[in-house]
């Protein structure tokens, strides 16, 4: 079965750190999407891309980037970790116009 | 981006219907309506969809307003394991937009 997969699910790093989470879909979607979560609110997007070599900005992007390399994978990098980094992240992804989302399991990360 | 506004929390008896509203009176007019719902530790899960008519699936069903400024979605008859935070989200392009969520409890 097609699948999205998020790594590491959880993770311990320090304030200005670099750090990469990984996201792999296995339905050969070409749109992709990272999205925050901080504790009892909604998402919010922070970057996505519509195809290999396609990347956007998002709502709240400052400190993060993404690359698209293939169409399975679409990582998200935290140049300089800071403590307001604090949150889970969800990996999404998606065939088309009005398809339904299909989210990762997310990753939870924690920024001492 | 369309917000959407919906209430903090809702409660039901287990088997009885559900009805969520949503207001998104700022969607453009090529938004979809979106529904996911949340459980704990777990990444959204989608209910439905639809852009101007009303839909029927087998989790739920969509009701959208003439105007599309509102939409409820309605849980025919709640079932203890639909206990969630269900997200009401205006889809711009795959760009999903999120509002706080109505916190759904089901009591016995």
């Known amino acids: 079965d097609a699948e999205i997969t998020q790594s590491p699910r959880h993770k311990i790093t320090e304030t200005g750190r670099q750090v990469t989470l990984a996201c792999h879909q296995t339905w050969n979607h070409n749109n992709m999407f990272w999205y925050r979560q901080d504790l009892g609110h909604g998402l919010r997007l922070i970057h996505y891309?519509?195809?290999?070599?396609?990347?956007n900005k998002g709502e709240v992007s400052d400190g993060y980037s993404v690359s698209r390399s293939n169409t399975e994978d679409l990582p998200l990098t935290l140049e300089s970790a800071a403590s307001s980094q604090t949150s889970v992240y969800f990996c999404?992804?998606?065939?088309?116009?009005?398809?339904?989302?299909?989210f990762g399991p997310g990753t939870r990360l924690t920024v001492l | 981006d369309a917000k959407t506004t919906q209430p903090n929390s809702m409660e039901s008896n287990e088997e009885e219907p559900v009805h969520l509203p949503c207001n998104h009176s700022?969607?453009?007019?090529?938004?979809?309506i979106h529904w996911y719902r949340q459980l704990p530790s777990q990444g959204p899960e989608y209910v439905i969809h639809?852009?101007?008519s009303n839909v029927n699936n087998r989790m739920a069903s969509l009701a959208i307003a003439e105007d599309r400024k509102s939409s409820t979605l309605i849980l025919h008859r709640a079932t203890l394991r639909d206990a969630a935070v269900y997200y009401c989200i205006t889809d711009s392009w795959g760009k999903l937009q999120f509002g706080a969520g109505t916190q759904v409890v089901v009591t016995p």
């Open positions: 891309s519509y195809g290999v070599q396609d990347t």
């Open positions: 639809g852009l101007t």
């Open positions: 700022t969607i453009s007019g090529t938004d979809y």
């Open positions: 999404a992804s998606y065939r088309g116009r009005a398809d339904t989302q299909y």
